[in-house]
């Protein structure tokens, strides 16, 4: 990460590139027990929360990556009652899974307070569900939540997670998707970011693998753009358990009963469909 008073910009070192937004200003930072948390004010992005140096949120594009985590999952069972959100700290995943009407219950497992008081300030728009009765929060380990997790007894489980390093290195690790695997009922679905498929094909492969591993029967891939996160292009990795992830109520996704700016019935059937480079590696 730089800065220079007039542009912030996280490079991607491995890749050789670099994403750059101009700022007027830094609003707050902070060292938390956990991780460095910075908010900036830029002039085309809106507020942007920045975490060790990393982008993971604009107020301008946001909608598609929570959309995305939440909306094909939520689509593809048949009946969620029962949702898991691992991380998701900046609430706006839990908004998009309670505008689904039958989902009855929803639990947020961030490590980090901070992520989500900083978000009720900075991001009020991604907190409008978090006094829904339906919405419940707890700050502590995800790991260990679902290590102790009652069997059979959630049915959709959204790893809203930062990159796989520093706190949620063991969200991408086969231990952890047992554990999910576990305490998702039949039919029940995990569903994970899984970075970007032209940088991190690799970890997608490794992940899917371990999804595999840990008892998943069916995965699907999905891609979208996603233009602050690293190459501008990223996915999120549905994993089933004893069900089908590669079909979903399309005819109750063309018509949801409530507004999204990104997620159609279309564009889950368009996310589904790999480009060639990815299917040959990930579905070997």
């Known amino acids: 990460m730089t800065l220079d008073n007039t542009w912030f910009t996280e490079a991607q070192v491995a890749s050789g ?8 200003g830094k609003l707050h930072d902070e060292q ?3 991780q460095h948390i910075q908010i900036y004010d830029t002039e085309t992005f809106g507020k942007l929360m920045v975490i060790d140096g990393c982008i993971m949120l604009t107020d301008r ?31 706006g995943t839990m908004r998009e ?5 039958g989902v009855e219950q929803a639990w947020q497992i961030e490590i980090d307070e901070r992520v989500t008081r900083l978000a009720e300030k900075y991001f009020p728009q991604l907190c409008d569900a978090n006094n829904d009765p339906r919405a419940h929060f707890y700050f502590g380990d995800g790991v ?46 995990l569903v994970q970011q899984s970075e970007s498929p032209l940088y991190h094909l690799d970890l997608l492969q ?14 699907q891939t999905l891609h979208y753009p996603q233009c602050v996160y690293p190459s501008g292009w990223w996915s999120a990795t549905l994993a089933g358990k004893n069900c089908a992830v590669n079909k979903f109520r399309e005819k109750e996704a063309g018509s949801p009963g409530f507004d999204t700016l990104f997620y159609t ?6 996310a589904m469909a790999l480009p060639a480079f990815a299917k040959r590696v990930l579905e070997k």
């Open 17 to 24: 590139a670099a994403f750059s937004m101009k700022i007027k």
């Open 32 to 34: 938390t027990p956990y």
């Open 61 to 91: 594009d946001n909608f598609i990556y929570h959309e995305m985590m939440s909306h094909p999952a939520l689509f593809t069972h048949p009946g969620p009652r029962s949702v898991v959100i691992i991380g998701g700290g900046d609430c």
């Open 97 to 101: 899974v309670l505008k689904h009407p």
């Open 144 to 189: 260990k939540w679902m290590d102790e997790a009652e069997a059979e007894s959630v049915d959709i489980i959204i790893v809203d997670s930062t990159d796989p390093i520093g706190p949620a290195e063991g969200l991408f690790a086969e231990p952890f998707y047992r554990c999910c695997h576990r305490a998702l009922a039949k039919g029940g679905i």
């Open 206 to 219: 490794r992940m899917r693998a371990s999804m595999r591993a840990a008892g998943f029967t069916s995965l």
């Open 265 to 270: 019935a279309d564009v889950h059937k368009g």
